[in-house]
C-alpha cells in the first residue's frame, strides 16, 4: 500500500480505532484529567491505527508476493526466452529458457553482450535487428545461430519490440528468443533429399535417354531383322515355286498315267511346304503360321489338282490355331498325304457315299487346341483302307511319310479309326509361339 | 556295308529335321547299314545308349531338339564310348566343330551320297 494512501484515510482510521475502543472523544472531565484522558486516548487510537496499517501492509506484501509467484511462472517458467537487451547487446534480463538456449548460468549472462553467444557470421544479423528495434521502434526480428566455445548450439529466432523499462524509465528491446533448430534441420533436411531427388531424377533422364537410344537402335534392328525374315519367306516361296514350275515342264516326268501322279504328288508336296511361306508372307508374320489361312489354302489346292471339287466336300476347321513352322511343315505334309489318298482312293466310282453313308462325300480337316495340346484330324466318309493297308508298317511312300513325321517330328500319338470310312488324329503338344 | 562277320554295321542318326532324317535312313539302309533308331534329341540318343549297345557310328545334327545341342550330346557319348561320331551340319555351325584327332569328322548339309559313304567308310577304318 503506498504511503500516501494511509494519509488520506487517517480519518477512516480513526474513526475505526475509537469504534474498536468504545469512546467517544468529546467527553466533559475535569481538564486535567480530560487533558491526560485524551493523551492517552490519542495514543491508544495511534496505535491501534498502526495495528490496522500494519495489518494493510501486511496484506499489500502478500499480494506483492503472490504478484512475485505469478511474474516467475509467466516470465522466469515461460518455455520460450525472454530477454531485455540494451541497443549495444548488453543482456539486462533473461528468463531461464533463454539462459538454458545460451547453455551459461543466467548470472553469467545478465549484464554480457549477447553478442558474445552467437555464432561469428550471425553477430552483425543482430547487432542490425538492435539497430532496427531502436531506430523504428516497431516489432523487428532476426534469426541467429548460438554457439558456445565454438560449438553450435540452437538455431534461435528473436522477435523484438522497443519498451520502457521500470523503474529505470530507460529505453530497451523487449525480446521473445524461439528455438528453431529442429525447424531449420527439418527445412535442411528437406532441402538436402531434395537435391538428392533431383540429382536422382538426373540420372533417370539420363539412363531413360540411354533406354530411349537404346530401344531405338533395337528397334531399328527389329526392323531389319523382320525385313530379311520377310525376305527370305518371300524367297522360299518363290524357289519353291520355281521348283514347281519345273516339275510341271514337258520331259521332266515320264509322260504315263504313273509318271503324271508322281508329279502331281510332288508338286503337290512341294506346293504344302511353300504355301507356309506364303502365308507367313500374307499374314505379315516370321515364323508362327495362322493354320486356319494356311489349311484353308492347302486342302483348296489339293482338292484343285485333283478336279474333284464338286463331287467331294472339303471342311476344314482350324480356327484359332497358330503352330510355328517346325509343326506347321509336317502338319502340311502329313495332311497333303491322307487328304491326297483321300481323293485318290476313298470315292471310287463304283461307292455311291449317299447310299452307304446316307451323306455326300466328305473329307475333313480339323485342328483344334485345348490347354496346348493340339488334335489334328483327318478323315473321310469313304469306302474305307484296304485290308492289306497296314498303316502300322506301310510301305508306300506317303504313308511312311505321315508315320514318320508324326513319329519323329510332331512327336506325336497317333490313332487310326475304320468307322464309316477312314480316319487319322494326331495328338501333340504346341509350345508357346512367340507373338510376333 | 558289312564287316566280315556279316553283321551288318550299325548307325544311329541324330536329326532335327524328320525329312532329312527319314532321307537319311533311307540313304544308309541302301548301302546295307543298319539303322535301329532316329533320334531328334541329344537327351533322347544318350537314353538310348544308357540301357542299349552302342552303335559302330553315329551321324549327328548340331542343333537339335531339347535343350541339348549335338556338340553337347557327343562329349557326353565320348566321355562313356569309344566310338566316330560325325557331325552333319549347317555353313554357321560348321565353325563350332572342335577337330578330334585327324579324322575328318563333319559333312556340310547339303552334301550327296559319295561324300558321306566316303567319311563313314573312312571313320569305320580308323575304329576297326
Known amino acids: 500500500m503506498k504511503k500516501g494512501s494511509i494519509t488520506g484515510n487517517s480519518r477512516e482510521l480513526r474513526k475505526k480505532a475509537e469504534a474498536f475502543l468504545g469512546r467517544d472523544s468529546t467527553g466533559t472531565e475535569d481538564q486535567a484529567s480530560i487533558d491526560a484522558k485524551t493523551l492517552l486516548h490519542e495514543l491508544s487510537v495511534h496505535q491501534v491505527e498502526l495495528e490496522l496499517q500494519n495489518q494493510e501492509l501486511m496484506e499489500a506484501r502478500d499480494a506483492a508476493e503472490r504478484m512475485q509467484v505469478k511474474y516467475f511462472a509467466l516470465y522466469d517458467l515461460a518455455p520460450i526466452g525472454y530477454a531485455g537487451f540494451t541497443i549495444q547487446g548488453q543482456v539486462a534480463d533473461i528468463n531461464l529458457a533463454g539462459a538454458e538456449m545460451v547453455g551459461e548460468p543466467r548470472n553469467r549472462i545478465v549484464n554480457s553482450r ?33 554457439e558456445r566455445d565454438g560449438q553450435p548450439l540452437s538455431i534461435v529466432r528473436i522477435e523484438g519490440v522497443l519498451a520502457e523499462q521500470k523503474p529505470e524509465k530507460n529505453l530497451a528491446c523487449r525480446a521473445a528468443i524461439i528455438d528453431i533448430t529442429e525447424q531449420r534441420n527439418a527445412e535442411r533436411d528437406i532441402i538436402h533429399r531434395n537435391e538428392e531427388l533431383t540429382a536422382l531424377n538426373r540420372k533417370l533422364e539420363e539412363a531413360g535417354v540411354d533406354l530411349r537410344s537404346k530401344q531405338d537402335t533395337l528397334t531399328q534392328s527389329l526392323a531389319e531383322t523382320e525385313a530379311l525374315l520377310d525376305e527370305v ?101 502329313i495332311i497333303n498325304e491322307l487328304v491326297t489318298n483321300s481323293f485318290k482312293y476313298a470315292f471310287p466310282a463304283t461307292f455311291d457315299c449317299m447310299k452307304v453313308r446316307g451323306r455326300p462325300s466328305t473329307i475333313t480337316v480339323s485342328l483344334k487346341e485345348v490347354d496346348g495340346i493340339c488334335t489334328l484330324s483327318v478323315s473321310d466318309n469313304g469306302i474305307g483302307m484296304p485290308e492289306e493297308v497296314d498303316f502300322r508298317n506301310a510301305k508306300s511312300l506317303g504313308l511312311s511319310l505321315v508315320k514318320f513325321l508324326a513319329k519323329h517330328q510332331l512327336r506325336a500319338e497317333t490313332e487310326i479309326h475304320d468307322k464309316d470310312g477312314t480316319g487319322f488324329s494326331f495328338r501333340f503338344v504346341n509350345p508357346r509361339v512367340s507373338s510376333e | 556295308m558289312t564287316i566280315p562277320s556279316g553283321r551288318p554295321r550299325q548307325i544311329i542318326v541324330v536329326e532335327d529335321d524328320g525329312l532329312i532324317a527319314m532321307h537319311l535312313e533311307e540313304t544308309l539302309e541302301s548301302r546295307g547299314f543298319e539303322v535301329p533308331e532316329l533320334f531328334a534329341s541329344g537327351e533322347e540318343v544318350i537314353a538310348y545308349l544308357g540301357h542299349m549297345p552302342p552303335p559302330d557310328l553315329i551321324l549327328m545334327d548340331i542343333r537339335l531338339d531339347g535343350k541339348m545341342n549335338g556338340l553337347e550330346a557327343a562329349q557326353w557319348i565320348r566321355e562313356r564310348f569309344t566310338l566316330p561320331i560325325i557331325f552333319i551340319s549347317g555353313n554357321v555351325d560348321k565353325e563350332l566343330i572342335p577337330p578330334f584327332g585327324t579324322l575328318r569328322n563333319s559333312l556340310t548339309k547339303p552334301f550327296s551320297r559319295e561324300d558321306l559313304f566316303a567319311i563313314i567308310d573312312e571313320a569305320l577304318l580308323q575304329y576297326s
Open chain 1, 114 to 146: 549477447f553478442q558474445l553467444f552467437i555464432a561469428q557470421r550471425d553477430i552483425p544479423v543482430f547487432n542490425d535487428f538492435l539497430l532496427r528495434v531502436f531506430r523504428n521502434g516497431i516489432k523487428t526480428k532476426c534469426e541467429v545461430q548460438l
Open chain 1, 233 to 333: 519367306n518371300h524367297r522360299v516361296k518363290n524357289n519353291l515355286s520355281a521348283f514347281i514350275s519345273l516339275l510341271s515342264l514337258k520331259g521332266s516326268h515320264e509322260d504315263t498315267p504313273e509318271g503324271q501322279r508322281l508329279k502331281t504328288d510332288l508338286i503337290n508336296r512341294a506346293q504344302s511346304m511353300a504355301l507356309i511361306h506364303e502365308t507367313l508372307y500374307r499374314t505379315k508374320k516370321f515364323s508362327s503360321v495362322d493354320m486356319k489361312v494356311y489349311l484353308t489354302t492347302l486342302v483348296g489346292q489339293i482338292a484343285m489338282s485333283y478336279g474333284t471339287e464338286d463331287s467331294v466336300q472339303v471342311k476344314v476347321d482350324a480356327g484359332g490355331v497358330v503352330l510355328d513352322i517346325a509343326r506347321a511343315t509336317p502338319c502340311g505334309l
